[in-house]
């Protein structure tokens, strides 16, 4: 058994910038972070590397596990904004989180060491008044944009920094947590270690077992939401004038039929459309990068729609989960069909996909979403690609490419304070994981002021 004053189950995004400012604060706390992936240099999805053309579903998934998580092998892309991507604010105040998004994204920038990527914004433009004469409704934020290329370089020099200080087992399963002692025994495939203080980081993937730490010493948790939708696939020309202004454009809608909100996510100009496995379930996302050698002809994006249950129906996940796994048993992982064939009642073939001007980035199976989205989620998206072709004309055209399914699971909300901790003495919770941030920039933040909290204790 090996003792240590911190374990830190989980090393994405929140997990890595607390063991950066931890290092930088010259901490004298023994740390330790667990993590069920590899380290950066180890992480590469076979499909990146030509070596197969679909998900053989590894275990561990490189794309969702391992140092940075998920936020590592995606299009580096970190909001800064407390309009969306988490509610780090209610917990520690407005002026805070921005200004730990703010230190972030300073921090990016230094171990990027270009200076030259801009950070757009969306008051230097008009769209925000084009979409509202369209019912359309742009949210504001600055982002800065790294790539998947660059991202994982980052979060590399970013590892390199803090491995002296901080001690890290990779490829590594917690099995069990126990509370003995005034001391947390955190059991593992490997070992059993010790720690005064137990830290819960390990992101939406390890969502279930997080909630199973929860009931076990008794924290309080509430449901969450489940959006569901589709990847839409575009020629980058379509949406240039909107990407060129301000790289994503975060837009909801509340549709005429059903008075549900579409949202967009996850712009990528000129990027991919990539696959993403899930605890064995395979849904759709989405990648871009800064090198140009490295881009496509297209832009994707998701169209979300926000499902809230109530009583008695609690399991939100689940239900994204069974309409992604009925997606997965129809095409065999990601169906895709043709925006014109979908509107006409048919499904896409092979045949009718090699007429489409539209050529996909990704090698998914032409079928029938009609098959698989449930009808007012289907309703919901037909009416927003309409909405959206009028300040983007283009998206409603036949040959635009849907990708299904896009689930974007949110991790039950756990019961914390203010310092993240718990009703469990020492038992802290941040992150994703925790439900509070939803974010690369708010996670981010939220590990630095964890550390910041262990620091002084």
Known sequence: MKD???????????????????????????????????????????????????????????????????????????????????????????????????????????????????????????????????????????????????????????????????DFSFSTLVKDVNYEDDHYLISTDKEVYRAKHLVLAAGRSGSKWIADICNKFDVGLKSNRVDIGVRVEVPAEVFKHITDEVYEAKIMYQTKQYNDVVRTFCMNPYGQVVTENTNGILTVNGHSFTDPKLQSENTNFALLVTNRFTEPFKNSNEYGESIAKLSNMLGGGVLMQRFGDLVKGRRSSERRMKKSFTKPTLNAT????????????????????????????????????????????????????????????????????????????????????????????
């Open 4 to 166: 240590y004053d911190v374990v830190v189950v989980g090393a994405g995004a929140s997990g890595a910038f607390l063991a950066y400012e931890l290092t930088k604060l010259k901490t004298n706390k023994k740390v330790l972070i667990l993590d069920a992936g590899r380290k950066v240099e180890n992480r590469l999805c076979p499909i990146s590397t030509g070596k197969v053309d679909h998900c053989i579903s590894c275990k561990p998934c490189n794309i969702m596990y391992g140092f940075g998580g998920a936020g590592t092998l995606s299009d580096g892309k970190y909001n800064i904004t407390t309009n969306f991507g988490g509610d780090l604010h209610e917990y520690i105040g407005e002026d805070k989180a921005m200004e730990l998004m703010e230190y972030v994204d300073d921090v990016l920038m230094k171990f990027d060491g270009g200076g030259d990527l801009e950070l757009f914004s969306t008051d230097k433009n008009d769209l925000k008044t084009k979409c509202l004469r369209y019912d359309l409704h742009l949210l504001d934020a600055k982002v800065r944009h790294f790539g998947t290329d660059r991202n994982k370089i980052i979060l590399q020099k970013i590892f390199d920094y803090v491995k002296g200080t901080i």
């Open 366 to 457: 032409a079928g029938d979403l009609s098959l698989v989205m449930p009808k007012r989620q289907l309703d919901d998206i037909i009416e927003m690609i309409y909405q959206l072709d009028k300040i983007a004309p283009g998206m409603g055209n036949d040959d635009t490419l849907l990708y299904g399914i896009e689930v974007k699971f949110y991790n039950s909300v756990v019961d914390v304070d203010e310092k993240f901790e718990t009703s469990q003495n020492r038992l802290y919770c941040l992150g994703d994981g925790s439900g509070v941030t939803h974010s690369l920039s708010q996670a981010s933040a939220s590990g630095v002021e964890m550390a910041r909290i262990l620091n002084e204790l």
